[in-house]
């Protein structure tokens, strides 16, 4: 890996650090004025909305000029919803103004990746990418939590910056004060990401005209027998990911007996297990072999399922690692052979924006349904074992339908051998 690669790694870091810390921020702001349990998920479903608003525009947009570029006007935007949250904006729309920062970085932080890089690198580069976007959450979470905990806020508080003039009213004054900080750094790593000098001319800019490029997109992606599978597999985690946030919260609350602020711990430490798979999967796992790990993703399903007897916090800890370190080794190299896929199918921006909203699509359509499960008051227990049965039994036909496009294969080989 060469020194820009380690650049766009400590630019992602920050900027998914500050992301991580400024969720638990918002959920605790959400908290200080009110507001009702179902609207804790919607956090997260504006965040992501504008992943699938934006997606036949990103790819344009990230094509249009050198992706470092991309990265540093992005990021300014998730600067400037932090901020709001500063002017007593409602937290669902600053943090949905950080999401249309974040929709529009994703596409040029991994199209970079195959600018930047040969083929045979791509797991290796998405498992130090997963794992450190991993350990961003584990640290973001933690830190989030950190940073609401009523100690450290009252000392944060006391803290006086005589040069702006700016008071730390409240304690999540207080903590956005810092995330800011982390996206400022962010901002700096992005200034020294080089130019790959990779370039896309022809890129259309009337809005029509992009949807159809992207429908087509789109098409090219879920036709090809290599993208559909690995596509499929993607976007079932990043929805069942999201959904797991919300459900280690109020599972933490409800069967642990604990505060968001120790709660935001926990999702860390399922972080900390995907980060664990995700190494693991680059070390252990080439592009060639990527879809042999689907059946971890069934054991995945099966394993989260075992949180409904678990009211320990020492049995807790282990338990999540476990559910981390099974998504991590599944969906890393899967992730891979969907980039591949679509670099050779079209350009980087377009590939990552079909994925982003594939995926933010099956994200906004989990939350909305976590939500509408909180709204009736279902027993957390039951939404777990919803969940898990869903993961497992979603990862079981994709793996079928895996295997009939390897049969439709071989029989097409043997017609072909046939007529020789």
């Known amino acids: 890996m060469n020194r820009g690669f380690y650049t766009i790694m400590a630019a992602q870091f920050f900027s998914s650090l500050a992301d991580n810390a400024l969720f638990i921020a918002a959920i605790a702001l959400l908290a200080e004025i009110s507001s009702p349990d179902w609207m804790t998920p919607l956090l997260k479903l ?29 990021n300014m935007v998730k600067i400037f919803g932090c901020l709001l949250m500063f002017a007593d904006v409602h937290p669902l729309i600053a943090y949905g103004i950080v999401g249309f920062g974040a929709a529009a970085y994703s596409p040029a932080k991994y199209g970079i990746l195959t600018e930047l890089l040969p083929p045979e690198k791509l797991v290796a580069a998405n498992g130090w990418i997963e794992g450190l976007t991993m350990a961003s959450i584990i640290f973001g979470t933690v830190l989030g939590g950190f940073l609401i905990s009523p100690h450290v806020a009252s000392i944060l508080q ?83 990911g999201a959904t797991l946030q919300f459900i280690v919260l109020k599972w933490a609350e409800k069967s642990l007996g604990m505060p968001l602020d120790k709660a ?57 690692i476990l559910i981390g370190a099974l998504s991590g080794y599944f969906v890393v190299p899967m992730n891979a052979l969907l980039q591949h896929r679509g670099h050779v199918l079209m350009s980087a921006g377009h590939s990552i924006a079909v994925q982003n909203f594939n995926e933010n699509l099956s994200i906004l359509t989990m939350l909305v349904l976590y939500a509408l499960m909180i709204k009736i008051d279902l027993n957390v227990n039951v939404v777990i074992f919803l969940f898990g049965l869903f993961v497992a039994g979603i990862m079981l036909l994709i793996m079928r339908k895996h295997a009939a496009n390897q049969r439709e294969h071989d029989s097409l080989a043997l017609i072909g051998e046939s007529k020789h």
């Open 264 to 320: 935001a711990i926990l999702q860390g430490v399922v972080a900390f297990g995907v980060a664990i798979g995700a190494v693991a999967a680059a070390r252990m796992i080439p592009l060639k072999k990527s879809l042999t790990v689907m059946p971890v993703g069934v054991a995945m399903g099966i394993v989260v399922m075992a949180m409904t007897v678990v009211h320990s916090v020492w049995i807790a800890y282990p338990l999540l």
């Open 46 to 74: 504006v965040f992501v909305l504008f992943y699938v608003l934006l997606a036949a525009f990103v790819g344009a947009f990230a094509d249009s000029m050198p992706k470092s570029r991309v990265m540093f006007i992005t």
């Open 158 to 240: 006391q803290l006086h910056i005589p040069v702006i003039d700016w008071h730390l009213n409240t304690p999540t004054h207080a903590a956005l004060t810092v995330i800011g900080f982390l996206y400022l750094v962010a901002t700096i790593f992005n200034l020294k990401i080089p130019d790959t000098g990779a370039r896309y001319p022809n890129q259309q800019h009337r809005p029509s005209k992009l949807i159809i490029d992207f429908a087509n997109c789109c098409s090219i992606l879920w036709k090809d027998k290599l993208g559909q599978i690995s596509l499929a597999v993607t976007t079932l985690f990043w929805g069942a």
